[in-house]
Protein backbone atom coordinates (compact mmCIF):
# COMPACT_ATOMS: atom_id res chain seq x y z
CA UNK A 1 0.00 0.00 0.00
CA UNK A 2 2.75 2.46 -0.29
CA UNK A 3 1.96 3.35 -3.29
CA UNK A 4 -1.38 5.08 -1.98
CA UNK A 5 -0.08 6.74 0.34
CA UNK A 6 2.88 8.76 -1.61
CA UNK A 7 -0.09 9.59 -4.19
CA UNK A 8 -2.50 11.21 -1.97
CA UNK A 9 -1.15 14.71 -2.10
CA UNK A 10 -0.81 14.56 -6.11
CA UNK A 11 -4.31 13.22 -6.31
CA UNK A 12 -5.88 16.51 -4.15
CA UNK A 13 -3.94 18.47 -6.06
CA UNK A 14 -5.22 16.97 -9.49
CA UNK A 15 -8.45 16.65 -8.34
CA UNK A 16 -9.03 19.88 -7.77
CA UNK A 17 -7.45 20.71 -11.51
CA UNK A 18 -10.14 18.64 -13.05
CA UNK A 19 -12.97 18.51 -10.87
CA UNK A 20 -15.43 18.35 -14.19
CA UNK A 21 -13.01 15.88 -15.86
CA UNK A 22 -15.24 12.78 -16.42
CA UNK A 23 -14.70 10.04 -13.65
CA UNK A 24 -12.40 7.22 -14.83
CA UNK A 25 -13.92 3.59 -15.58
CA UNK A 26 -12.84 0.69 -15.10
CA UNK A 27 -10.03 -1.18 -16.84
CA UNK A 28 -11.63 -4.50 -17.81
CA UNK A 29 -15.16 -5.93 -17.08
CA UNK A 30 -15.55 -9.82 -16.81
CA UNK A 31 -19.25 -10.71 -17.72
CA UNK A 32 -20.82 -12.47 -15.18
CA UNK A 33 -24.23 -12.64 -15.59
CA UNK A 34 -26.25 -12.73 -18.52
CA UNK A 35 -28.48 -9.51 -17.06
CA UNK A 36 -28.33 -9.42 -13.52
CA UNK A 37 -26.25 -9.54 -9.87
CA UNK A 38 -28.56 -10.37 -7.15
CA UNK A 39 -26.21 -11.03 -4.78
CA UNK A 40 -22.22 -11.30 -5.67
CA UNK A 41 -18.56 -11.88 -3.26
CA UNK A 42 -15.19 -11.51 -3.66
CA UNK A 43 -12.46 -13.47 -2.41
CA UNK A 44 -10.20 -11.22 0.11
CA UNK A 45 -7.50 -11.40 -2.63
CA UNK A 46 -10.08 -10.43 -5.45
CA UNK A 47 -9.14 -13.76 -7.26
CA UNK A 48 -12.70 -15.33 -7.17
CA UNK A 49 -15.87 -14.18 -6.75
CA UNK A 50 -18.73 -16.18 -6.24
CA UNK A 51 -22.35 -14.64 -8.13
CA UNK A 52 -25.44 -15.13 -7.50
CA UNK A 53 -27.68 -14.35 -10.74
CA UNK A 54 -31.54 -13.23 -11.04
CA UNK A 55 -31.58 -15.71 -13.96
CA UNK A 56 -29.21 -18.26 -13.73
CA UNK A 57 -28.55 -19.61 -10.19
CA UNK A 58 -25.36 -19.12 -8.37
CA UNK A 59 -22.01 -19.65 -9.97
CA UNK A 60 -17.93 -19.50 -9.05
CA UNK A 61 -15.29 -17.76 -11.25
CA UNK A 62 -11.64 -17.88 -11.12
CA UNK A 63 -11.25 -14.42 -11.91
CA UNK A 64 -7.32 -14.79 -13.27
CA UNK A 65 -8.42 -16.93 -15.80
CA UNK A 66 -12.13 -15.56 -16.47
CA UNK A 67 -12.98 -18.62 -16.04
CA UNK A 68 -16.65 -20.23 -14.63
CA UNK A 69 -15.41 -22.66 -12.63
CA UNK A 70 -18.98 -24.51 -10.83
CA UNK A 71 -22.61 -24.01 -11.22
CA UNK A 72 -24.48 -23.89 -7.97
CA UNK A 73 -28.25 -24.82 -7.29
CA UNK A 74 -29.92 -25.56 -4.15
CA UNK A 75 -32.06 -27.66 -6.04
CA UNK A 76 -32.38 -29.75 -9.17
CA UNK A 77 -34.22 -26.66 -10.66
CA UNK A 78 -31.27 -24.44 -12.54
CA UNK A 79 -32.48 -20.81 -11.14
CA UNK A 80 -32.47 -20.68 -7.42
CA UNK A 81 -32.81 -16.76 -6.57
CA UNK A 82 -29.47 -16.40 -3.99
CA UNK A 83 -30.30 -13.59 -1.98
CA UNK A 84 -27.20 -13.69 -0.56
CA UNK A 85 -23.33 -15.28 -0.55
CA UNK A 86 -20.10 -14.73 0.98
CA UNK A 87 -16.65 -16.95 0.42
CA UNK A 88 -14.10 -17.44 3.86
CA UNK A 89 -11.46 -15.35 4.47
CA UNK A 90 -9.12 -18.20 2.94
CA UNK A 91 -11.09 -18.20 -0.01
CA UNK A 92 -11.66 -22.41 0.35
CA UNK A 93 -15.45 -21.93 1.05
CA UNK A 94 -18.59 -19.92 -0.01
CA UNK A 95 -21.77 -19.87 1.62
CA UNK A 96 -24.81 -19.13 -0.93
CA UNK A 97 -28.30 -18.54 0.95
CA UNK A 98 -31.78 -18.43 -0.59
CA UNK A 99 -35.06 -17.89 0.81
CA UNK A 100 -35.55 -21.33 2.38
CA UNK A 101 -32.01 -22.44 2.98
CA UNK A 102 -28.20 -22.21 3.20
CA UNK A 103 -25.53 -24.19 1.37
CA UNK A 104 -21.79 -24.20 2.15
CA UNK A 105 -19.60 -25.05 -0.88
CA UNK A 106 -16.11 -26.27 -1.32
CA UNK A 107 -14.65 -23.70 -4.26
CA UNK A 108 -12.13 -26.29 -4.75
CA UNK A 109 -14.17 -29.16 -5.92
CA UNK A 110 -17.29 -27.23 -5.95
CA UNK A 111 -19.07 -29.74 -4.39
CA UNK A 112 -21.81 -28.76 -1.57
CA UNK A 113 -20.09 -29.77 1.64
CA UNK A 114 -24.11 -29.22 3.66
CA UNK A 115 -27.22 -27.96 3.31
CA UNK A 116 -29.65 -26.69 5.41
CA UNK A 117 -33.26 -25.44 5.70
CA UNK A 118 -33.95 -21.80 7.60
CA UNK A 119 -36.04 -20.82 9.82
CA UNK A 120 -36.39 -17.06 8.87
CA UNK A 121 -35.71 -14.96 6.41
CA UNK A 122 -31.76 -14.09 6.01
CA UNK A 123 -30.37 -10.70 4.88
CA UNK A 124 -26.98 -11.03 5.01
CA UNK A 125 -24.31 -13.67 5.51
CA UNK A 126 -20.39 -13.34 7.07
CA UNK A 127 -18.65 -16.51 6.38
CA UNK A 128 -15.77 -17.39 8.90
CA UNK A 129 -12.66 -18.79 8.40
CA UNK A 130 -12.07 -22.19 7.08
CA UNK A 131 -16.19 -22.24 5.93
CA UNK A 132 -17.01 -23.35 9.67
CA UNK A 133 -19.13 -20.59 10.73
CA UNK A 134 -21.33 -18.26 9.01
CA UNK A 135 -23.08 -15.31 10.90
CA UNK A 136 -26.41 -14.60 9.21
CA UNK A 137 -28.56 -11.49 9.86
CA UNK A 138 -32.26 -11.86 9.50
CA UNK A 139 -35.57 -10.19 9.17
CA UNK A 140 -36.50 -11.76 12.89
CA UNK A 141 -34.35 -9.43 14.60
CA UNK A 142 -31.41 -11.71 15.34
CA UNK A 143 -28.15 -12.42 14.23
CA UNK A 144 -27.32 -15.77 14.76
CA UNK A 145 -23.38 -17.95 14.50
CA UNK A 146 -24.53 -21.02 12.53
CA UNK A 147 -22.13 -24.01 12.35
CA UNK A 148 -22.35 -25.26 8.85
CA UNK A 149 -20.58 -27.88 9.34
CA UNK A 150 -22.66 -29.68 12.21
CA UNK A 151 -25.92 -27.47 11.46
CA UNK A 152 -27.82 -25.10 14.78
CA UNK A 153 -27.43 -22.37 15.62
CA UNK A 154 -24.70 -21.51 18.94
CA UNK A 155 -24.81 -17.69 19.49
CA UNK A 156 -27.16 -15.31 18.88
CA UNK A 157 -27.74 -11.62 18.91
CA UNK A 158 -30.56 -9.52 19.36
CA UNK A 159 -32.27 -6.48 17.36
CA UNK A 160 -35.25 -4.94 18.14
CA UNK A 161 -35.95 -4.93 14.26
CA UNK A 162 -34.44 -7.15 11.33
CA UNK A 163 -30.95 -7.05 10.54
CA UNK A 164 -29.41 -5.54 7.29
CA UNK A 165 -26.02 -6.49 7.99
CA UNK A 166 -23.23 -8.26 9.70
CA UNK A 167 -18.95 -8.76 9.66
CA UNK A 168 -16.91 -10.63 11.48
CA UNK A 169 -13.20 -10.63 12.22
CA UNK A 170 -10.83 -13.42 11.11
CA UNK A 171 -10.68 -14.79 14.45
CA UNK A 172 -14.00 -14.64 15.01
CA UNK A 173 -13.97 -13.54 18.48
CA UNK A 174 -16.60 -10.24 17.21
CA UNK A 175 -19.13 -10.09 15.63
CA UNK A 176 -20.95 -6.46 14.60
CA UNK A 177 -24.39 -6.08 13.46
CA UNK A 178 -26.91 -3.32 12.29
CA UNK A 179 -30.31 -3.43 11.68
CA UNK A 180 -33.52 -1.46 11.33
CA UNK A 181 -33.87 -0.56 14.82
CA UNK A 182 -31.16 2.29 14.09
CA UNK A 183 -28.40 0.61 15.92
CA UNK A 184 -24.72 -0.87 15.26
CA UNK A 185 -23.74 -3.54 17.63
CA UNK A 186 -20.39 -4.88 18.55
CA UNK A 187 -20.49 -8.70 20.44
CA UNK A 188 -18.07 -10.94 22.01
CA UNK A 189 -18.66 -14.18 19.80
CA UNK A 190 -17.94 -16.77 22.70
CA UNK A 191 -20.35 -14.88 25.62
CA UNK A 192 -22.49 -13.03 23.34
CA UNK A 193 -21.82 -10.20 25.77
CA UNK A 194 -22.42 -6.46 24.39
CA UNK A 195 -19.11 -4.75 23.42
CA UNK A 196 -20.51 -1.43 21.85
CA UNK A 197 -23.39 -0.07 20.63
CA UNK A 198 -23.72 3.20 18.08
CA UNK A 199 -27.24 4.74 17.33
CA UNK A 200 -28.00 6.36 14.49
CA UNK A 201 -31.17 8.43 13.63
CA UNK A 202 -32.21 5.93 10.90
CA UNK A 203 -31.34 2.43 9.96
CA UNK A 204 -28.08 0.89 9.89
CA UNK A 205 -27.69 -0.21 6.28
CA UNK A 206 -23.75 -1.51 5.96
CA UNK A 207 -21.81 -2.57 8.73
CA UNK A 208 -17.89 -3.80 7.96
CA UNK A 209 -14.88 -5.15 10.13
CA UNK A 210 -11.07 -5.07 9.40
CA UNK A 211 -9.80 -8.29 9.57
CA UNK A 212 -8.36 -7.84 13.05
CA UNK A 213 -11.45 -6.10 14.26
CA UNK A 214 -10.22 -3.13 15.63
CA UNK A 215 -11.65 -0.78 13.57
CA UNK A 216 -15.42 -0.62 12.08
CA UNK A 217 -17.68 0.97 9.35
CA UNK A 218 -21.49 1.99 10.03
CA UNK A 219 -23.14 3.34 7.07
CA UNK A 220 -26.89 4.63 8.23
CA UNK A 221 -29.19 5.55 5.40
CA UNK A 222 -29.80 8.97 5.12
CA UNK A 223 -27.78 9.56 8.17
CA UNK A 224 -23.87 9.26 8.18
CA UNK A 225 -21.05 6.98 7.20
CA UNK A 226 -18.50 6.41 10.23
CA UNK A 227 -15.10 4.48 10.43
CA UNK A 228 -14.92 4.12 14.47
CA UNK A 229 -12.07 2.98 16.90
CA UNK A 230 -13.41 -0.15 18.39
CA UNK A 231 -10.80 -0.02 22.17
CA UNK A 232 -11.90 3.76 22.40
CA UNK A 233 -15.34 3.45 20.57
CA UNK A 234 -15.23 6.74 19.19
CA UNK A 235 -15.38 7.90 15.81
CA UNK A 236 -12.28 8.33 13.81
CA UNK A 237 -13.78 9.77 10.83
CA UNK A 238 -17.14 10.67 9.32
CA UNK A 239 -16.98 10.27 5.62
CA UNK A 240 -17.42 13.50 3.79
CA UNK A 241 -20.72 12.86 2.37
CA UNK A 242 -22.78 15.83 2.93
CA UNK A 243 -25.69 15.89 5.18
CA UNK A 244 -27.88 17.18 1.68
CA UNK A 245 -26.61 14.21 -0.51
CA UNK A 246 -27.13 12.19 2.62
CA UNK A 247 -30.77 13.49 3.04
CA UNK A 248 -31.48 12.32 -0.42
CA UNK A 249 -30.91 9.00 -0.35
CA UNK A 250 -27.00 8.55 -0.80
CA UNK A 251 -26.27 5.09 1.03
CA UNK A 252 -23.16 2.89 0.87
CA UNK A 253 -24.08 -0.90 -0.72
CA UNK A 254 -20.64 -2.53 -0.71
CA UNK A 255 -17.49 -1.77 1.97
CA UNK A 256 -14.27 -3.50 2.23
CA UNK A 257 -10.96 -2.72 4.72
CA UNK A 258 -7.59 -3.08 3.37
CA UNK A 259 -6.00 -6.07 5.99
CA UNK A 260 -3.92 -3.76 7.97
CA UNK A 261 -7.32 -1.64 8.15
CA UNK A 262 -5.41 1.98 6.58
CA UNK A 263 -7.67 2.05 3.71
CA UNK A 264 -11.55 1.69 2.50
CA UNK A 265 -13.14 0.69 -0.36
CA UNK A 266 -16.83 1.59 -0.75
CA UNK A 267 -19.34 1.30 -3.38
CA UNK A 268 -22.53 3.17 -4.33
CA UNK A 269 -26.22 2.18 -5.74
CA UNK A 270 -25.20 4.85 -8.28
CA UNK A 271 -22.02 2.62 -9.35
CA UNK A 272 -19.29 5.01 -7.62
CA UNK A 273 -16.33 3.04 -6.21
CA UNK A 274 -14.02 5.65 -3.41
CA UNK A 275 -11.14 4.70 -2.25
CA UNK A 276 -10.46 5.89 1.61
CA UNK A 277 -6.75 6.62 3.30
CA UNK A 278 -8.47 6.50 6.66
CA UNK A 279 -5.26 7.80 8.75
CA UNK A 280 -4.99 10.79 6.12
CA UNK A 281 -9.04 11.41 5.84
CA UNK A 282 -8.68 12.11 2.46
CA UNK A 283 -10.33 10.51 -0.45
CA UNK A 284 -7.35 8.91 -2.63
CA UNK A 285 -9.38 7.91 -5.75
CA UNK A 286 -12.71 7.73 -7.39
CA UNK A 287 -14.04 5.78 -10.30
CA UNK A 288 -17.37 4.91 -12.17
CA UNK A 289 -18.95 1.75 -13.19
CA UNK A 290 -20.81 1.67 -16.44
CA UNK A 291 -24.27 1.15 -16.89
CA UNK A 292 -24.93 -2.00 -19.09
CA UNK A 293 -26.32 0.08 -21.51
CA UNK A 294 -26.16 3.83 -21.53
CA UNK A 295 -29.73 4.59 -21.98
CA UNK A 296 -30.99 2.48 -19.23
CA UNK A 297 -31.96 4.38 -16.41
CA UNK A 298 -31.01 1.93 -13.65
CA UNK A 299 -27.67 2.83 -12.17
CA UNK A 300 -25.05 -0.12 -11.79
CA UNK A 301 -25.06 -1.01 -8.22
CA UNK A 302 -21.73 -2.05 -6.71
CA UNK A 303 -22.31 -5.51 -4.78
CA UNK A 304 -18.92 -5.89 -3.22
CA UNK A 305 -15.49 -4.75 -3.82
CA UNK A 306 -11.75 -6.02 -2.96
CA UNK A 307 -8.32 -5.42 -2.55
CA UNK A 308 -5.39 -7.36 -4.70
CA UNK A 309 -1.82 -8.52 -4.60
CA UNK A 310 -1.41 -5.16 -6.89
CA UNK A 311 -1.29 -1.94 -4.75
CA UNK A 312 -2.80 0.04 -7.72
CA UNK A 313 -5.43 -2.59 -8.85
CA UNK A 314 -8.80 -3.08 -7.33
CA UNK A 315 -12.26 -5.60 -8.19
CA UNK A 316 -15.72 -4.43 -7.78
CA UNK A 317 -18.79 -6.35 -8.73
CA UNK A 318 -21.22 -4.40 -10.60
CA UNK A 319 -25.51 -5.20 -10.45
CA UNK A 320 -25.29 -5.46 -14.18
CA UNK A 321 -23.52 -8.26 -14.01
CA UNK A 322 -19.96 -7.87 -14.62
CA UNK A 323 -16.85 -7.87 -12.55
CA UNK A 324 -14.67 -4.91 -13.17
CA UNK A 325 -11.04 -4.35 -12.52
CA UNK A 326 -9.98 -0.78 -11.28
CA UNK A 327 -6.87 0.76 -11.30
CA UNK A 328 -5.04 4.03 -11.38
Same mark, same amino acid.
Given at each position: ???????????????????????????????????????????????? $????????????????????????????????????????????? $??????????????????????????????????????????????????????????????????????????????????????????????????????????????????????????????????????????????????????? !???????????????????????????????????????????????? !?????????????????????? !??????????????
Amino acid at each position: MNKITSLISLFILSHALTACSPVPEPVDALEVAARTVQAGALSRDGDS $AAIGSVYHGASYWDLATQARLFSWNHSEAPDTLVLATDISPDGGW $AATVDEQSLVLWNTQTGRSHGFWRLTADVTSVALGRHGNVALLGMLDGRAAFYNVRGGGVYQSFEHAGGVNTVAVTDDLSRALTGGEDFAARLWDSQTGELIMERLYSEPVQLVALTPAGDRAMVAAQYDRVEIIDVASQQALWQLPFTKE !KMMRGLSVTAARFSDDGRYLLTGRPDGRVQLWDIDGQAEVYTWQLPKR !KAWQPTANAVMDLSFTAFDDQY !KAIGSSGFVYTLAY
